[in-house]
């Protein structure tokens, strides 16, 4: 079993930036990609970002540009920077771990962007 854990989320103005960070632990071998998905208000949930093992990182257009996805492979975690951020990225962040067939998620967190 793997278990991912977020943090960071909260209640930012649109203009600033935050940070989230996720924390992988458990049976990790086989890892083949990690990445960062949320769910809108009423909507389903959307890609972000998700960056595989060696390979490049995708970014959804809505964030391209303003985004960063980074891996740390010291810490078995992955973080998402965000910068300039709209009202429209408010959503509930989730986590996302790919190993072999099986998808992984965590609890998620809670970001809101007031105008």
């Known amino acids: 079993q793997v278990q991912l854990v977020e943090s960071g989320g909260g209640l930012v103005q649109a203009g600033d930036s935050l940070r989230l960070s996720c924390t992988i632990s458990g049976d990790i071998y086989g890892i083949a990609a990690m990445g960062w998905y949320r769910q809108p208000p009423g909507l389903g949930r959307e890609l972000v970002a998700i960056a595989p093992n060696g390979g490049t990182t995708y970014y959804s257009d809505a964030v391209k540009g303003r985004f960063i996805l980074s891996r740390d492979s010291a810490e078995n975690g992955v973080s998402l920077q965000m910068n300039n951020l709209k009202p429209e990225d408010t959503a509930v962040y989730y986590c996302?771990?790919?190993?072999?067939?099986?998808?992984?998620w965590g609890q998620g967190t809670q970001v809101t962007v007031s105008s």
């Open positions: 996302n771990a790919v190993q072999s067939t099986r998808e992984y």
